[in-house]
């Protein structure tokens, strides 16, 4: 009876795993994938076979975390960040906006504002415009990985609200940014 | 030269050494120009306790201006009702030179009287008394400075005009400033928790435009400056900004992003009227009138990076302005429509040049390194502009030669965006 709750367990906490990694495949593929895997994926999860004395361990400590706020989870990375004078989202930035596609789309009652910021040089109102373009940048990349429009915002602070004060290129470059702040 | 030099130096140190009342008021002079008028401003006969040194205020805003060249008048005062040695002062090389005193009454009303005297021809040019409030004395300074700039130049003088700017005083703490020109006597328009952006004057100079973002996001605001009175003139989805009036005060152009990037739009300071001008797939902001109403000059990364554009007041007939360097923003256009002041990246420094839109000729008028924000005087002889001195920000004015630049030291605090007023009636 253990056995069989805690292999219930096991296939659940597998098969959200899979669904939350899986959430931009089209929905018709969606249910018998999971289960087929998640039974192959657990070692010595098959019932009645091998070593009887096999302990099938399973870790529950995520259970009931938000994955926003799990510190490994690729979701807890919530800042793009920028080349000067540029709103291009560099490749090292795409699995962050990927995570968080799939976090939207799987989890369609949440919502997301884009904050962007820019570092202090230049036009003051041309860097509220910029920090708009990288916010929209990473906006138009959510479309793409399947958002929908109602859950996203996207805001400019320019270069008012600076996470860094310093006058280099380490503070600059942190200020060159966009925010995924959930509501 | 060196003469002159150790004039500026002098002028400066006696500057340093003012009393903490008159503290707010700094020049520094960091350049020479050739060319400019000699004038020597006395010291005036002081009669009672003065709250103001009226003759250093004078001859701060003479110098500042870049058209003057300042002659050590000596340490007597020299009030208006003095038998002057004119061969003296053209001897010392003045052209002309200026006295006055200024007197308690006994209401408790100050006296400020001045006489300006033409050393070669040793003629009167002008006199004239003001009696005023101490609140006034600063004031009155300024418009003395005015008259005496006037009579050497032919042009009218700005000094007793005014500026808006920002200043930030703590991590959420921003206030809007209006001063004198010479950025002393300061008084907050708004006080906000959170930023507040790109003031503008309106053409009449009653109320100023600014972005705040008291609610969270930028809305655009008209202030009336003497009531308080505030309208909300821009507040749509998105981000609304850079409010700039149009000469006739009854329109704005702003910068709204709720059909998706920076656009520019005309508004009317109601709030109604809405009329979308660019249609561009990057980013236009930044709209500022020429004089006349007839063009709007922006900033576009239509090209890639930013540079400076104009179009008609209508939105038709876009053309691009800059050429040189990869990143060229915040334009002003001088009284007169002929010059175009920018800030233009140029080998990593953001610097202040104007472009003169007769012969394309582009003058760097600044060496510093993180310029923002240059707005033309009334009389377009002078340009203020934001830069930073040990990671603060504070306001500076240089002559359009680009030869006399001048430190205006505002209250404490994160000082940036000066916006110079229109001439006051």
Redesign the interface.
Known sequence: MTTNRLMRLAACAAAALLLAACASTPLEEQPAAPVTDASAGAPGSKPGTADPRAVASVDATSRGLDPLTDPASPLSKRSVYFDF?SFVVKPEFQGTVEAHGKFLVANPGRRVTIEGNAD???????N???G??RA?AVKSRLRLLGVAESQME?????E??PVA?G?DEASWAQNRRADLNYK | MHRLLAHAFALLAALLVLSPATAQLRVEITGVGSNQFPVSVANFRRDGEIPQPVDEIIRADLQRSGRFRMIDPGATPLAETAAVSFAEFKSRGADALVVGSVARLADGRYDLRFRLYDTVKQTQLDALSYVSSAAELRLNAHRIADRIFEKLTGERGVFATRIAYVVQLAKASFELHIADSDGANQQAALRSREPIMSPSWSADGSRLAYVSFETGKPVVYAHTVTTGERRVVANFLGSNSAPSWAPDGKRLAVVLTRDGLSQIYLINVDGSGLQRLTRSAGIDTEPVFSPDGRFIYFTSDRGGGPQIYRMNADGSSVARVTFSGDYNVSPRISPDGRLLAYVGRRGGRFQVHTLDLATNQETALTETALDESPSFAPNGRMLLYATEVGRRGILASVSVDGRVRARLSGPSGDVREPTWGPFIK
């Open positions: 004078d202090e040089r230049g036009s003051r109102e041309y509220l415009a910029l708009q373009k929209e996207t805001v400019s602070f320019g008012e609200k004060t006058a």
